[in-house]
């Protein structure tokens, strides 16, 4: 028998759902309270756009456009991070999803505001990437050798079709998962089935070609062949540390009251286990491959980045990126519990920007942090706009995906367990 992980509330309110379980939970008081919080990022987004507008135009546009660039990023990343983990669910399906899907979904759904909002990183690509000033590449012989894949032209070319991918891949695993809820027609989880496993590899091709050209190509006479698998990595992993974090708001809802069972929490504990495991050997794996071949141009990239307090930040990354929530998840192992879980993601969500913030600033300031108001503006005025996005998208549909074919499987197994 399959122990339920549930309060007393949510296993009355379990006990209420109908049994055919193909029919959504109406929640007005989570539908008020999101419209609420979506109003609140709005709000917040926007203010910080007025400021982001004023440091234009007093602060200096190179900085301006340095901030951006880091704020844009991540919450770009969280949003693939989200795709990543819809189409890896719709294509290998599991217990761990079902809690989490329309959160992946909502999230997900954001690129949709974050393909024009990369305009500026576009217009400001001259005052971001020294390969597009032609004066330096006329006086140096290797971004000469570079030349072909590194112009603007191609450099926009190629930013617009990421997106056309992203946005293609985004619009119809949701379309189908919000139809399946309409219609109940089960061909429709077929096909995002189907649909979801070449999405995988255009999304994994698509997100490592992108991590080279906007964030390694910073520095382009420095590479590293596993820089796109490492950004990638931590996409994945902060976007399910993010719906792990917004779980813990939401456990308590009745649709949320069969998902949510032992066995799915603790499926995304290991998960996230494995996410940060997975993001820290690649990290490590590139700094030894580096720091032993012992070549000039590669270990600079290091020492920038690692000196001129630089090192403060990467102690601070290393510590609540990794080490403290690995220790923390290692002490609730197979004792898993959603707000546990919830605390120690949003301690990673936290942390994974200024995992982003130390991988791309030292590019501008080797010497030491150069700190200033737009990076916070910044990654507030993109993030509001995100949030009040991601909110509203969620409120306007079911927490689960209550027609989908796994998910009552799902259920009539819980229920027979539980009457057994």
């Not at 649909?195 to 006479?221: K, N, Q, R």
């Not at 992993?237 to 949510?260: E, H, I, K, Q, T």
């Not at 949030?387 to 689960?400: D, I, M, N, P, Q």
């Amino acid at each position: 028998m399959t122990e339920l992980e549930r309060s007393p509330q949510n296993a009355s309110a379990g006990a209420e759902v109908t049994a055919s379980h193909a029919e959504p939970v109406d929640d007005p008081a989570l539908t008020a309270r999101l419209r609420r919080l979506a109003r609140v990022a709005l709000i917040a987004g926007l203010a910080a756009t007025v400021l982001l507008v004023i440091g234009f135009f007093f602060a200096g546009r190179a900085r301006w456009v340095q901030s951006y660039l880091v704020a844009h990023l991540y919450w770009l990343g969280l949003s693939l991070g989200c795709l990543f983990l819809l189409l890896l669910h719709h294509l290998v399906g599991g217990p761990w999803g079902f809690p989490i899907q329309r959160l992946l979904t909502a999230g997900s759904r954001p690129l949709f505001l974050l393909a024009p909002l990369f305009l500026p990183i576009l217009l400001g690509a001259g005052m971001l990437y020294v390969w597009a000033d032609p004066a330096v590449i006329e006086a140096d012989a290797a971004l000469q050798a570079k030349a072909i894949y590194l112009n603007l032209p191609l450099f926009a070319l190629r930013a617009v079709l990421y997106f056309a991918v992203w946005l293609v891949l985004a619009f119809v695993i949701t379309r189908n998962a919000y139809r399946l809820d309409e219609t109940g027609e089960r061909r429709l989880a077929r096909r995002s089935q189907r649909f979801s496993g070449p999405g995988l590899i255009l999304l994994g091709l698509t997100a490592t070609f992108a991590a080279v050209d906007w964030a390694m190509s910073l520095e382009p006479h420095w590479y590293s062949s596993i820089y796109g698998l490492l950004l990638v990595t931590g996409q994945v992993l902060v976007g399910l540390a993010f719906a792990l974090a917004f779980l813990g708001l939401v456990c308590d809802r009745p649709a949320l009251s069969w998902a949510m069972t032992s066995r799915a929490t603790n499926d995304l504990g290991a998960l996230l286990l494995a996410a940060l495991i997975s993001w820290i050997y690649a990290l490590f794996m590139q700094f030894l491959i580096i720091w032993f071949a012992d070549l000039p141009q590669e270990v600079t990239w290091y020492l920038n980045r690692m000196g001129g307090g630089w090192q403060w930040l990467l102690l601070a990354v290393v510590l609540l990126h990794f080490a403290l929530p690995f220790g923390l998840i290692l002490v609730h192992k197979g004792r898993w519990r959603v707000s546990s879980l919830a605390v120690i993601s949003a301690m990673v969500v936290v942390a994974h920007f200024l995992y982003l913030y130390w991988l791309i600033m030292p590019a501008f300031s080797p010497q030491r942090p150069a700190l200033h108001w737009l990076d916070l503006a910044a990654v507030v005025a993109v993030g509001g706009l995100w949030l009040a996005w991601f909110l509203t998208e969620l409120g306007r549909h079911s927490l689960v995906p209550y027609r989908h074919p796994r998910y009552l499987a799902f259920i009539e197994e819980e229920q027979y367990e539980t009457a057994a």
